[in-house]
Nanobody, 119 residues
Framework: QVHLLESGGGLVQAGGSLRLSCAASGRTFSSYLLCWFCQAPGKEREFLAAITWNGGRTYHTDSVKARFTISRENAKNTVYLEMDSLKPESTAVYYC????????????WGQGTQVTVSS
């Protein structure tokens, strides 16, 4: 059974940093794209960043590319999202998702981890 388990969320002051982790298990992800999303209360889930399992190519949306960094550690089957200079508007539940590189639909999702940024 495939699992994506996010961790690392919490309460942080504006300007602070957090590193989120997404531990993947249950299958090999060699042909997959691992991504981070966030969903603030009352808003739709928003794509933030992606990384290919093979090759480690990355993509970050313009809104976060100066402050967030996605990376992976294949030996631990884990994808990270390093978030710096956090703002109160970054308060959201952060989700890890996975899809095959050539498929548009996300096949796997984690349960999410809450990030709260105080002003």
């Amino acid at each position: 059974q495939v699992h994506l388990l996010e961790s690392g969320g919490g309460l942080v002051q504006a300007g602070g940093s957090l590193r989120l982790s997404c531990a993947a298990s249950g299958r090999t992800f060699s042909s997959y794209l691992l991504c981070w999303f966030c969903q603030a209360p009352g808003k739709e889930r928003e794509f933030l960043a992606a990384i290919t399992w093979n090759g480690g190519r990355t993509y970050h949306t313009d809104s976060v590319k100066a402050r967030f960094t996605i990376s992976r550690e294949n030996a631990k089957n884990t994808v990270y999202l390093e978030m710096d200079s956090l703002k109160p508007e970054s308060t959201a539940v952060y989700y890890c998702g996975a899809r095959e590189v050539d498929v548009r639909t996300y096949e796997y999702w984690g349960q999410g981890t809450q990030v709260t940024v105080s002003s």
